[in-house]
Nanobody, 124 residues
Framework: QVQLVESGGGLVQAGGSLRLSCAAS????????MGWFRQAPGKEREFVTYITWSGGSTYYADSVKGRFTISRDSAKNTVYLQMNSLKPEDTAVYYC?????????????????WGQGTQVTVSS
């Protein structure tokens, strides 16, 4: 199994930055895709970005493209989400997830393992 633990959330003013971390334990496989999702109150879980573990290919939702950057450190089994130019609408619980087969990496139903989530609050 894979266990994911997020950290780095907090309160930040609009225009500020945060860096989230997702530490993975257990065996990781080259077929895994690591994604970030977020969920605000009253809204469905929203895709943010993903990265393939082996090749490092990335994809971003239009809402965060140009502001957020996903990266990975294979030696540390850690995925990062650098969030810049934060907006109040970025406020949500952010979740790290692992998609084993990479067949549905743009939707939360396609992921097999999830972290506990970390709260990001952007004040105006």
């Amino acid at each position: 199994q894979v266990q994911l633990v997020e950290s780095g959330g907090g309160l930040v003013q609009a225009g500020g930055s945060l860096r989230l971390s997702c530490a993975a334990s257990g065996r990781t496989f080259s077929t895994y895709t690591m994604g970030w999702f977020r969920q605000a109150p009253g809204k469905e879980r929203e895709f943010v970005t993903y990265i393939t573990w082996s090749g490092g290919s990335t994809y971003y939702a239009d809402s965060v493209k140009g502001r957020f950057t996903i990266s990975r450190d294979s030696a540390k089994n850690t995925v990062y989400l650098q969030m810049n130019s934060l907006k109040p609408e970025d406020t949500a619980v952010y979740y790290c997830a692992a998609d084993l087969d990479g067949l549905a990496s743009l939707v939360y139903q396609g992921y097999d393992y999830w972290g506990q989530g970390t709260q990001v609050t952007v004040s105006s």
